[in-house]
């Protein structure tokens, strides 16, 4: 019912930034909140950032301080602003889509977008 789509990744030097896009299409509007997650090599995916529909966020503590998520509930569209980027930021990122209903959770997946931080 969601559709999920990433754009703004690519290669940057480390304490460089970059800003991550991912568009919702479908039935966004029953979407309850939205995040970013990461794989890096040889790890699990690790949560980065989520934003409610009303505003509330989330960060893992490893971005804290650096890593900003923020959302456009009219054009159904989350945003990370990753500033001051590190090796270890290295990974895909992934778009994360949530919907409540009840006690039942959905979850929806962009297709990723890689994220290499170069020394």
């Known amino acids: 019912q969601v559709q999920l789509v990433e754009s703004g990744g690519g290669l940057v030097q480390a304490g460089g930034s970059l800003r991550l896009s991912c568009a919702a299409s479908?039935?966004?509007?029953?979407?309850?909140?939205m995040g970013w997650y990461r794989r890096a090599p040889g790890k699990q995916r690790d949560v980065v950032a989520t934003?409610?529909?009303?505003?509330?966020?989330m960060y893992a503590d490893s971005v804290k301080g650096r890593f900003t998520i923020s959302r456009d509930n009219a054009k159904n569209t989350v945003y990370l602003q990753m500033n001051s980027l590190k090796l270890e930021d290295t990974a895909v990122y992934y778009c994360?889509?949530?919907?409540?209903?009840?006690?039942?959770?959905?979850?929806?997946w962009g297709q990723g977008t890689q994220v290499t931080v170069s020394s």
């Open positions: 994360n889509a949530r919907e409540v209903v009840r006690t039942l959770v959905y979850d929806y």
């Open positions: 479908g039935n966004s509007f029953s979407i309850n909140a």
């Open positions: 934003i409610t529909s009303g505003g509330t966020t």
